[in-house]
């Protein structure tokens, strides 16, 4: 998901629908914006769809008026998935003693199934099935005076991957997890403050990157003042690994290193570990380009755009439903016959999770008279779920779970197939010594099973780490 606020400007909401819109993809199902002024108090618009198609009408965007507002990109991981519900969709709202609060949050609660009982049974009364919901109730419970002090309360009790956006009547509040597994960046604009996902959503509003909110951090933001609280024991940081392959835009910076720069790296690494003799590099657009461009840059194999994809699909992965993600690869890539006749190939993608996409582009390539099909992979095999905000299937139908990469090789029919090492990985984001196998650097359990944060509902319902 993506989760962008902002305050201390007019008409905030209109800020964050640009600053959503460039955080699309994070999340394609539904978006919402909640904002405060001081006639109407909250207001608050949640709508299936882009962000582009619903929070561009004025109609809507005069009913979110005022100089705070906060918002989100869903991507279901947990609750209604697959057929979002507009229950589900976020920013989530509560009322407490002392006034209102909404919140927005981007990760994964891993205790969220315990906390859920235990609160229905103490009497709370929940409208969703997202896990973020516990945070509003957790919230309600406490006996703190203030917001955030209830804010920290209910983190505490919370396991999990979160980087939160949340707003009362007139504080702006950002926090991520201790592990500060999912990004979170803070930046200004003009007398006001923003807080967003990515830095990418900074640039399009003409905001000034500022830095980092850091893992454990609270930053609250009240009269054109930011002050941090750190409500959690200090533990070192894991963040996403993934963030950097895939799932970030190339043109945001995460932790002081350009994505596109880490993403270039891959393919120069790649190129190292796994070379292969051909007369192209290809990237699988758009996910797999930076890598390619590195390859073909450190392999001296020239680049080329053997397919093309329709700019106008959404990412066929993050469509939830098999039937549609199936359909997905043909809509939205198409190879350019003219070229790739005759050729040996090598196609960069980001990652193989079940394989779809590699056999429908392996088969596109040879229809199209390819001489030979190579294909390098950005990350490693992805043999595990993720419990921390992506949605990775479950391990039986990963790929990479229950076959060798040369079983891979064979099973989906492609002259070669390599991915990066783990410490070639390591090496691509900035560690020159690698994965520090004692304590690895960043989370990179879908690739380890090295889970950072127990997933205890999912351990509770027998997976076995
Ligand atoms: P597959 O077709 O092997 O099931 O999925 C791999 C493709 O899905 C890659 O091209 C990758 O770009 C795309 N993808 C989109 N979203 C995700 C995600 O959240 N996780 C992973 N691992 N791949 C994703
Ligand atoms: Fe990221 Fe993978 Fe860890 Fe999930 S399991 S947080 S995708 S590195
Ligand atoms: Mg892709």
Redesign the pocket.
């Known amino acids: 998901c993506g989760v962008f606020g902002v305050t201390g400007v007019t008409d905030a909401a209109n800020f964050v629908a640009l600053g959503l819109h460039a955080l699309q993809h994070r999340g394609q199902e539904a978006g919402g914006i909640v904002s405060h002024d001081a006639a109407h108090g909250f207001n608050s618009a949640r709508r299936f769809g882009y962000v582009r198609d619903n929070f561009t009408k004025q109609s809507l965007m005069d009913t979110l008026p005022g100089p705070l507002a906060i918002g989100h990109v869903r991507y279901s991981t947990t609750g209604s998935k697959g057929n979002t519900q507009i229950r589900d969709v976020q920013p989530f709202f509560g009322e407490f003693s002392m006034g209102g609060a909404a919140i927005a949050h981007n990760g994964n609660i891993v205790n969220a199934d315990a906390l859920r009982r235990e609160l229905i049974d103490r009497g709370s009364i929940f409208q969703s099935s997202s896990d973020s919901e516990c945070i509003i109730h957790l919230m309600a419970r406490s006996l703190q005076r203030k917001v955030p002090e209830r804010m920290q309360d209910a983190l505490r009790r919370v396991e999990g ?1 979160f980087s939160i956006v949340a707003m009362t009547r007139t504080k702006l509040i950002g926090v991520r997890d201790p592990l500060g ?1 999912r990004p979170l960046v803070l930046g200004q604009i003009g007398d006001g403050w923003v807080l967003s996902s990515e830095t990418c959503a900074l640039d399009i509003i003409g905001a000034e990157f500022i830095r980092d909110v850091e893992p454990g951090e609270m930053v609250v933001i009240e009269d054109g003042e930011v002050h941090s609280h750190r409500p959690f024991a200090p533990q070192k940081s894991r963040f ?4 950097h392959v895939y799932f970030s835009r190339p043109d945001s910076i995460l932790g002081g290193r350009s994505v596109y720069e880490t993403r270039r790296q891959i393919g120069v690494e790649l190129a190292r570990e796994a070379p292969v003799e051909a007369d192209l590099v290809c990237p699988v657009p758009d996910s797999g380009t930076p890598a390619a461009i590195g390859y073909s840059q450190e392999s001296g194999i020239p680049y080329a755009m053997g397919i093309i994809r329709n700019q106008y699909m959404g990412r066929t992965f993050i469509e939830p439903t098999e039937q549609i993600r199936n359909m997905g690869v043909r809509l939205k890539l198409n190879v350019n016959r003219a070229l790739i006749r005759g050729k040996r190939i090598v196609l960069v993608d980001d990652s193989v999770v079940r394989g779809t996409t590699t056999v429908k582009i392996r088969e596109m390539l040879l229809d199209a008279g390819a001489q030979t099909v190579h294909f390098r992979i950005a990350s490693p095999p992805t043999a ?1 779920p ?1 419990f ?3 949605d ?1 299937p479950d391990r039986d139908k990963l790929i990479a779970a229950t076959m060798s990469e040369d079983e891979m090789c064979a099973h989906l029919g492609v002259d070669s197939l390599r991915f990066i090492s783990l410490d070639g990985l390591y090496r691509a984001v900035g560690e020159a010594g690698g994965r520090d196998p004692s304590q690895p650097q ?6 380890s099973g090295e889970y950072p944060i127990t997933p205890t509902d999912r351990v509770e319902k027998g997976f076995r780490l």
């Open positions: 991957a597994v996403c690994i993934f963030e595990w993720c921390y905000g992506v990775t960043y989370c990179d359990a879908c690739f």
